[in-house]
C-alpha cells in the first residue's frame, strides 16, 4: 500500500473510530444502566453544572490534556481530535436517539454500545495518531512514577467512578460488562482494523511494526 492511500486510511480510520465512540457512548447513555468509568464523571458533572455530558467531555478532555505538561507527554492529531470529537459525536446522538424507557430497548442498547465501542476504539488506536488525553495520563504517571499501567488505570479509573457516582453518574450491570468486555473487544477489533505496513521487500521489517507489537497475543 502506497504512503499517500495508507495516510488516507489512517485518517478516515481515526475520524470515523473517534465518531462512533461518541456514539457508542451515547447509547449507552440511553441505555441508562451503566456508564465506562470516565463518562460516569462527565455525566456526575454535567448533572451538577447543568450543561450537557458531551460540552463536558469536551472541558475534561482540555483540562486533562493540560495535565500531560508537567509529565512531558506529547499530543498527536489523535490527542486533539478526541477531545473534539467524541463529544460532539456524543451530544449529536443524544439529540437524534429517542429516550429508551422499555428494558427490552435498554438491553440492546447498551450491548450494542459496549460493542460498538469495542470497534471504534479498535479503529482510532490502529490508525496510530496518539493516544487520547486519558490514556496519556495513565502512561504519563507510569513513566514518572515507575508505577504499573494497570495500577496507575486502575487508581485512576476508580478516582473517577467514585467521583462520578458521588455526583450522580450511573453505574449498574453496564459498567461491569464494559469492563470485562472492552479489553477483549478491542483487541479483536485492533486486529480487524490493523492498517497494513508500507511494501519494503523484507518481511522482517514488516513483523517489527508497531502495529505488530501491539496486537502480539
Known amino acids: 500500500m502506497s504512503t499517500r492511500r495508507r495516510l488516507g486510511r489512517r ?3 481515526l475520524y ?3 465518531a462512533l465512540y461518541g456514539v457508542s457512548s451515547a447509547l449507552l447513555v440511553e441505555a441508562g444502566l451503566g456508564l465506562e468509568p470516565w463518562n460516569v464523571l462527565h455525566q456526575g458533572l454535567a448533572e451538577l453544572t447543568g450543561l ?3 460540552v463536558v467531555s469536551i472541558i475534561v478532555g482540555a483540562g486533562v490534556l493540560l495535565l500531560w ?3 512531558r507527554q506529547r499530543p498527536g492529531l489523535g490527542t486533539v481530535s478526541n477531545v473534539l470529537v467524541v463529544g460532539l459525536a456524543m451530544d449529536g446522538t443524544l439529540a437524534l436517539v429517542p429516550d429508551a424507557h422499555s428494558l ?3 438491553v440492546p442498547l447498551l450491548l ?3 460493542v460498538l465501542n469495542g470497534a471504534a476504539t479498535g479503529l482510532y488506536i490502529a490508525a496510530r495518531f496518539g493516544p487520547g488525553p486519558r490514556d496519556g495520563l495513565m502512561t504519563g504517571l507510569h513513566r ?3 508505577r504499573s499501567v494497570r495500577l496507575m488505570r486502575t487508581g485512576i479509573e476508580v478516582a473517577v467512578v467514585v467521583t462520578g457516582f458521588l455526583l450522580g453518574g450511573t453505574i449498574g450491570v453496564g459498567t461491569v460488562l464494559y469492563a470485562v468486555s472492552i479489553g477483549p473487544l478491542a483487541q479483536l477489533f485492533l486486529r480487524v ?3 497494513p505496513a508500507a511494501s519494503t521487500g523484507s518481511t522482517a521489517v514488516a513483523a517489527a511494526t508497531p502495529e505488530g507489537v501491539i496486537l502480539r497475543p
Open 11 to 13: 485518517l478516515i480510520q
Open 16 to 18: 470515523a473510530g473517534l
Open 52 to 54: 450537557t455530558i458531551g
Open 69 to 71: 505538561i508537567p509529565l
Open 104 to 106: 427490552a430497548v435498554r
Open 112 to 114: 450494542a454500545g459496549i
Open 144 to 146: 514518572r512514577t515507575g
Open 193 to 195: 482494523f490493523a492498517v
